[in-house]
C-alpha cells in the first residue's frame, strides 16, 4: 500500500484549533472512488479532498489541477472550506499556479476561482440559485431551532451545490443562544443556516455578522466554519440591501471554535470568500 503525501489544514483560522479541519491526499493518482470514500469515511471529518491533475477539458480552461471532495457520506460536487484548504495544501506542497495570485480549481461543480493575497485565499463564490421557502417547512423548522415565527426577519432557500434554508435572525444573542432539536433537522431533511447582521457589519477591524450551520442531514449537528453557506449568505443579503459589500464573519464560537470569514463583493458584483488557513499535520497516509 502506498505512502501519500498528507496534510490536514485548518480552514477560515491563522491558530490551529480555531476553524474547520480539513484532510488532504496530495497525490490521488491511482486511487478509486471506493478507495477515497472508504479514507473520508475513516478519516471522519466534515470533508477529505484529493489532488489529482486536471482532466483534459479542464487543463484547456486553464485549471491548475483538480480536486475530488468527499464527506462521511458520499462525494460532493463543491464545497467552501475544502475549497480553500485544499489550495492552501497544494501551494505548501509547491504548486504553482500558472498566473501568480490566482488559482483556478477543477471539481465536480466546474472551475472554481481563487485568488492569493495579503496572506488570504478567497474563493469567487459560484453562481447560486435562491426560492422562498415551503411555510409548512419553514414552521417545522421554525419549532425544531426553538424560534418564535416572529423571529425570523427573512427567510430564503439558497443553493449553491450545497442547499441551505436561510434565516436572518435580529440579534447574535439570540443566533447564539440556540438549541436545535438536531433529531427533529435530521428527521426534516433541512439543512439550516442561521444570521445576524449588526449595524456596525461594515467595520471589518471586527466580526459584524454571526453565522451558525446545522447539517444534521449530512451527519454533522452544527458545522464549525462554512464556506458554501458564507458564500450564498452574502449572494442574498448583499443585493437586498441586508448587509454591506464586505464583512467580517464570526462562525463556531459555540463549539469552542473562532472561525473568521471576510466576505467582499467586487465592482463586478462577485462575491468572494475568504480565509486563512493553516497546516497542522504534515506527512504521509497508506492507502
Given at each position: 500500500?502506498?505512502?501519500?503525501?498528507?496534510?490536514?489544514?485548518?480552514?477560515f483560522?491563522?491558530?490551529?484549533?480555531?476553524?474547520?479541519?480539513?484532510?488532504?491526499?496530495?497525490?490521488?493518482?491511482?486511487?478509486?472512488?471506493a478507495?477515497?470514500?472508504?479514507?473520508a469515511?475513516?478519516?471522519?471529518?466534515?470533508?477529505?479532498?484529493?489532488?489529482?491533475p486536471?482532466?483534459?477539458?479542464?487543463?484547456?480552461?486553464?485549471?491548475?489541477?483538480?480536486?475530488?471532495?468527499?464527506?462521511?457520506?458520499?462525494?460532493?460536487?463543491?464545497?467552501?472550506?475544502?475549497?480553500?484548504?485544499s489550495?492552501?495544501?497544494?501551494?505548501?506542497?509547491?504548486?504553482?499556479?500558472?498566473?501568480?495570485?490566482?488559482?483556478?480549481?477543477?471539481?465536480?461543480?466546474?472551475?472554481?476561482?481563487?485568488?492569493?493575497?495579503?496572506?488570504?485565499?478567497?474563493?469567487?463564490?459560484?453562481?447560486?440559485?435562491?426560492?422562498?421557502?415551503?411555510?409548512?417547512?419553514?414552521?417545522?423548522?421554525?419549532?425544531?431551532?426553538?424560534l418564535?415565527?416572529?423571529?425570523?426577519?427573512?427567510?430564503?432557500?439558497l443553493?449553491?451545490?450545497?442547499?441551505?434554508?436561510?434565516?436572518l435572525?435580529?440579534?447574535?444573542?439570540l443566533?447564539?443562544?440556540?438549541?436545535?432539536?438536531?433529531?427533529?433537522?435530521?428527521?426534516?431533511g433541512?439543512?439550516?443556516?442561521?444570521?445576524?447582521?449588526?449595524?456596525?457589519?461594515?467595520?471589518?477591524?471586527?466580526?459584524?455578522?454571526?453565522?451558525?450551520?446545522?447539517?444534521?442531514?449530512?451527519?454533522?449537528?452544527?458545522?464549525?466554519?462554512?464556506?458554501?453557506?458564507?458564500?450564498?449568505?452574502?449572494?442574498?443579503?448583499?443585493?437586498?440591501?441586508?448587509?454591506?459589500?464586505?464583512?467580517?464573519?464570526?462562525?463556531?464560537?459555540?463549539?469552542?471554535?473562532?472561525?473568521?470569514?471576510?466576505?467582499?463583493?467586487?465592482?463586478?458584483?462577485?462575491?468572494?470568500?475568504?480565509?486563512?488557513?493553516?497546516?497542522?499535520?504534515?506527512?504521509?497516509?497508506?492507502?
Amino acid at each position: 500500500m502506498p505512502e501519500r503525501a498528507f496534510q490536514q489544514i485548518d480552514v477560515f483560522s491563522q491558530r490551529p484549533g480555531d476553524g474547520n479541519p480539513l484532510a488532504v491526499v496530495l497525490d490521488a493518482q491511482g486511487l478509486s472512488d471506493a478507495d477515497m470514500q472508504r479514507f473520508a469515511t475513516w478519516a471522519n471529518l466534515s470533508e477529505t479532498t484529493y489532488l489529482l491533475p486536471p482532466t483534459e477539458a479542464g487543463l484547456a480552461a486553464g485549471a491548475d489541477y483538480r480536486v475530488r471532495i468527499f464527506s462521511p457520506g458520499g462525494e460532493l460536487s463543491f464545497a467552501g472550506h475544502p475549497t480553500l484548504g485544499s489550495c492552501h495544501a497544494w501551494l505548501k506542497a509547491g504548486g504553482s499556479p500558472r498566473v501568480p495570485g490566482s488559482i483556478v480549481q477543477e471539481c465536480a461543480g466546474g472551475l472554481v476561482r481563487i485568488e492569493q493575497s495579503d496572506g488570504l485565499l478567497a474563493f469567487a463564490a459560484p453562481p447560486m440559485q435562491r426560492s422562498t421557502p415551503n411555510p409548512a417547512l419553514l414552521a417545522l423548522v421554525t419549532g425544531a431551532l426553538g424560534l418564535r415565527p416572529q423571529q425570523v426577519l427573512a427567510a430564503q432557500v439558497l443553493d449553491n451545490g450545497p442547499r441551505w434554508l436561510a434565516l436572518l435572525l435580529p440579534s447574535a444573542e439570540l443566533v447564539l443562544g440556540l438549541q436545535p432539536d438536531h433529531a427533529r433537522l435530521k428527521d426534516l431533511g433541512q439543512d439550516v443556516g442561521v444570521v445576524h447582521v449588526a449595524p456596525t457589519a461594515s467595520d471589518t477591524s471586527r466580526p459584524g455578522v454571526t453565522v451558525r450551520a446545522f447539517a444534521a442531514p449530512m451527519g454533522n449537528p452544527e458545522d464549525p466554519v462554512t464556506g458554501s453557506l458564507n458564500g450564498s449568505l452574502a449572494q442574498w443579503l448583499i443585493p437586498e440591501g441586508l448587509a454591506p459589500q464586505r464583512y467580517l464573519v464570526a462562525q463556531g464560537e459555540r463549539l469552542g471554535r473562532a472561525g473568521r470569514v471576510h466576505i467582499r463583493q467586487d465592482e463586478l458584483g462577485q462575491v468572494w470568500v475568504g480565509g486563512q488557513s493553516v497546516t497542522c499535520i504534515q506527512g504521509t497516509a497508506l492507502l
